[in-house]
C-alpha cells in the first residue's frame, strides 16, 4: 500500500457481542409482530437484519481482499454452512407437516418449498401472495423471501466488490462512491415501484439491495474514533435503536413499505453499528445493553428463532376458524425459543466448525445436494396432494371452493391499464353487440358467472374491467397495499373512455363501498362518475355490497365437517348486513345526478335472519366476502334490471 493512496486498513475482528444484540432486537420485533404481541410495525426487524448482514459480509470480503485470500466458491461456501443446515431442517419439517395436516388443496407449501430450493422464494411469493390467495398468516414458508433476497444478492455483490477493488486499487473513496450510486438507485427503484406495484417493491431484490447497500457502505467507512465525544457516540447509538424501536411500535401494515419508509429503520441500524464501531470500547450504554447476555443469547439464535416461529403460528392459524388468541400465539412463540436454541446448537454451531474450513468444494456440492433434496420433496407433496387425500371427500370438495379464486380469472382475465387504455378489455356473454359494461373490484369479479349467464341468455356482450381494491370512480386514488394505487385513476379514466367510444349503454358499478375512504372523496368521485356516464346518455346501476361473513365459509364449513362447530356464531345477520350498507348509503346521500338504480342482492343470501354459507352442498363464499360460482348464481335475479325486458322474460321461462 502506497503512502499516496487512501486504502481501507486491514482489520482484525473481535467478537462484537453488540451485534448480536442487535440481532436480538431484529428478530423479536419480527417475531411480536408475527405473533401479534404489540409492535404493528415490527416487520422493520427484517430491514435491520438486511443492513447488519450487509456490513458484516462486506467487513469480512474486505479484509480476506486486503490479505490477499478472497475466493468467491470460499464466501459461498462460507454462507451455505451459515444458512442451509439450519433451513433444510425447518423447511423438511415443515413438508412433513403439510403431508399430514394440510388440505389437498394447499399446494402453495410445497411449491414455496421447491422455490427456496432454487433461492427464489421472493419470486414465489411475488406471484401467489396476492388478494385472492389465502391468508397471508396461513403459509408456513412465506419468512422464506428475506432469505432469497439476500442469497440472491450474495451470488452478484461479493465478484462486484472484488472488481471494484481491483479497478480502484482499493480506493475507500472510490469504492463507497460505487457502493452509494447503487444503494441512491435501488432506493429510487423501491420508491417508484411502491406507487406502481407494492408487492415487486416488497419483495424483489432490486429494490431492497439498498439496504445491504447501505451495511456495506458502513463497512467501508473508517471506524469512529475513539476520542470523538462519547456524548456524541451515545446520541448516535441511542438516536439509533430510537428509530427502530419506534418504527416497530408505530409502523402499520398501512405504512406505504420499503421506499422510503424503510429509511429510517435502516438508518437507525446504521448509526448503531457506527456508534459502536470503535475499537475495543464497551462503555456506551447502549453497548453494555446490547451486550447483556440474555440479549446476545437470543440474537445467537436469531436465524433459528426467525425461521421457526412463524411456521408454529402459521399452523397454529391455519386450523383456528377465529383468529388465534393471545394465549395460544403466546405460547407458539415461547415454544419457538426452545426449538431455536436446540436447533442452534445441534445444527448451526456443528456445521460452522473449523473442520469444515478448508473443504470448500464438499462443502458447496453438500449444499446442492441438501436444496435438491428440498425441492424433491417439496415436489412429492405437491404431487400427493393431487392424487389423494386424509380428508373425507366432503371436506376436500369444500376446500376446492377456495380455489376458485383462481380458477375463476381465467372467466376474465385481470384487467390491467394497459388492457383498458388499448379497449381491449375482457369479454363475456353473447355474440351480439357489446352494451353493458360491468366495472368494479374483485367484488365486481366474483359476480361474473352471473353476468356471463345473463348475457349468453340476452345474446349481448359485456366488458369487464376490475382491479383489486380499486375503487370503480373517476378521479380517486385507491391506496390500498393491493390496489392500482398510482395508476387507478388513469385505470379509471381510461375505462370510462372505453364505456364512451364504444357507446355502452349500461354500466354496472360493484365494488366494496366501505373499503374506500374518505367519504368526502368518495361521494365527490361517485358523483362525477355518474354525472359523466349520464352526460353520455349511458344507464348506470350500482350494487349493493354482498353481505359478508365473520369468517371465510370454506374454512367454517371444514370446521364443521371434521369438528361439529356450530356456526351460527359466525353467521352475520340482517342487521349486520344492514349496518354493513350504510356507508354507501352515505355515498349516494346528495348526489346531483342520481344512478338508475341501486340493486341489491343481500335478500336472496339471507334465510331466517341468517347470512347463508351454503346451498345444495356447495359453499356460496370462497372467502368471508367474496361470491362463488354458486353465490353468483344464486344472486342472479338482482342483476337481471340490467339486462332488461330479455332477462326478466329468462326469468319467466
Known amino acids: 500500500m502506497s503512502s499516496g493512496t487512501q486504502q481501507v486498513s486491514a482489520r482484525v475482528f473481535r467478537y462484537r457481542p453488540e451485534i448480536d444484540g442487535l440481532r436480538a432486537v431484529a428478530v423479536l420485533a419480527v417475531v411480536l409482530y408475527h405473533g401479534g404481541m404489540g409492535l404493528p410495525g415490527g416487520y422493520v426487524g427484517v430491514d435491520v437484519f438486511f443492513v447488519v448482514s450487509g456490513y458484516l459480509i462486506t467487513s469480512q470480503l474486505l479484509r480476506d481482499l486486503e490479505d ?5 466458491l470460499g464466501f459461498w461456501a462460507r454462507r451455505v454452512r451459515r444458512i442451509v443446515p439450519a433451513a433444510t431442517v425447518v423447511v423438511t419439517a415443515v413438508l412433513a407437516v403439510c403431508w399430514f395436516a394440510l388440505l389437498p388443496r394447499d399446494r402453495e407449501t410445497a411449491w414455496a418449498a421447491v422455490s427456496h430450493s432454487v433461492l427464489a422464494a421472493n419470486v414465489f411469493f411475488l406471484q401467489v401472495a396476492g388478494y385472492f390467495t389465502a391468508a397471508a398468516e396461513d403459509r408456513p414458508l412465506l419468512h422464506l423471501w428475506s432469505l432469497a433476497v439476500e442469497e440472491q444478492f450474495y451470488l452478484v ?15 475507500r473513496l472510490a469504492l463507497l462512491a460505487i457502493v452509494g450510486i447503487g444503494l441512491a438507485a435501488s432506493l429510487a427503484i423501491s420508491q417508484y415501484e411502491l406507487a406502481r406495484s407494492p408487492d415487486a417493491a416488497f419483495y424483489l431484490l432490486h429494490s431492497r439491495a439498498w439496504e445491504l447497500l447501505l451495511g456495506a457502505g458502513i463497512a ?4 469512529v474514533d475513539a476520542g470523538w465525544p462519547r456524548v456524541v457516540r451515545e446520541t448516535l447509538a441511542v438516536a439509533g435503536l430510537l428509530l427502530i424501536v419506534g418504527c416497530a411500535r408505530f409502523y402499520s401494515y398501512a ?4 421506499g422510503l419508509g424503510a429509511v429510517p429503520p435502516c438508518l437507525g441500524t446504521a448509526l448503531v453499528l457506527i456508534a459502536t464501531r470503535s475499537d475495543g470500547d464497551a462503555s456506551l450504554w447502549i453497548t453494555r445493553c446490547l451486550s447483556w447476555r440474555p440479549v446476545v443469547f437470543v440474537g445467537l439464535i436469531s436465524y433459528s428463532l426467525y425461521l421457526i416461529h412463524w411456521p408454529l403460528l402459521a399452523f397454529l392459524d391455519y386450523w383456528s376458524l377465529d383468529h388465534p388468541g393471545l394465549a395460544l400465539r403466546a405460547a407458539a412463540v415461547a415454544l419457538s425459543l426452545p426449538l431455536a436454541a436446540a436447533s442452534w446448537r445441534f445444527v ?4 460452522r466448525q473449523p473442520r469444515f474450513d478448508g473443504a470448500t ?9 441438501a436444496l435438491a433434496l428440498v425441492g424433491a ?4 407433496v405437491a404431487a400427493t396432494t393431487r392424487r389423494s387425500s386424509l380428508f373425507p371427500a366432503s371436506v376436500v370438495a369444500l376446500a376446492e371452493a377456495q380455489v376458485e379464486a383462481r380458477r375463476g380469472v381465467a372467466l376474465a382475465p385481470r384487467a390491467e391499464l394497459a388492457a383498458a387504455r388499448s379497449g381491449r378489455l375482457p369479454m363475456m356473454g353473447g355474440r351480439g353487440e357489446t352494451r353493458i359494461l360491468v366495472w368494479g373490484d374483485s367484488h365486481a369479479r366474483s359476480i361474473l358467472p352471473a353476468v356471463d349467464d345473463l348475457a349468453k341468455q340476452c345474446d349481448v356482450g359485456v366488458a369487464v374491467a376490475w382491479h383489486s381494491v380499486t375503487a370503480p370512480v373517476l378521479g380517486f386514488r385507491s391506496t390500498d397495499h393491493w390496489s392500482l394505487a398510482g395508476d387507478s385513476v388513469a385505470f379509471n379514466q381510461a375505462v370510462f373512455e372505453f364505456a364512451r367510444d364504444r357507446r355502452v349503454t349500461d354500466v354496472l358499478l360493484a365494488a366494496l363501498w366501505e373499503s374506500y375512504r374518505p367519504m368526502t372523496e368518495l361521494r365527490a368521485a361517485l358523483d362525477r362518475t355518474l354525472s359523466a356516464l349520464a352526460g353520455l346518455g349511458i344507464r348506470t346501476w350500482v350494487l349493493r355490497e354482498v353481505p359478508r361473513h365473520r369468517v371465510p365459509v370454506p374454512e ?22 344492514a349496518r354493513q350498507g350504510e356507508w354507501l348509503n352515505q355515498a349516494l346521500a346528495g348526489l346531483s345526478v342520481a344512478p338508475t338504480g341501486v340493486l341489491d342482492a343481500g335478500p336472496l343470501l339471507l334465510e331466517d335472519g341468517r347470512l347463508r354459507m351454503t346451498q345444495g352442498g356447495e359453499a356460496l363464499y370462497y372467502d368471508m366476502g367474496h361470491l362463488t360460482a354458486a353465490g353468483a348464481r344464486l344472486v342472479a335475479p338482482a342483476l337481471r334490471p340490467v339486462f332488461g325486458d330479455c332477462a326478466a322474460a329468462g326469468e319467466t321461462r
Open 68 to 72: 490477499g485470500r478472497f475466493s468467491i
Open 157 to 171: 455483490f461479493p465478484a462486484a466488490l472484488a472488481l471494484a477493488w481491483r479497478a480502484t486499487r482499493a480506493k
Open 220 to 223: 467501508l467507512l473508517p471506524p
Open 255 to 258: 405504512t406505504p413499505f420499503p
Open 348 to 351: 448451526e454451531l456443528p456445521f
Open 361 to 369: 468444494r464438499r462443502t458447496l456440492l453438500a449444499g446442492v445436494a
Open 377 to 380: 420433496a417439496g415436489l412429492e
Open 556 to 577: 367454517a364449513l371444514i370446521h364443521r365437517e371434521l369438528f361439529g362447530t356450530d356456526l351460527r356464531p359466525y353467521q352475520n345477520t340482517a342487521a349486520d348486513y
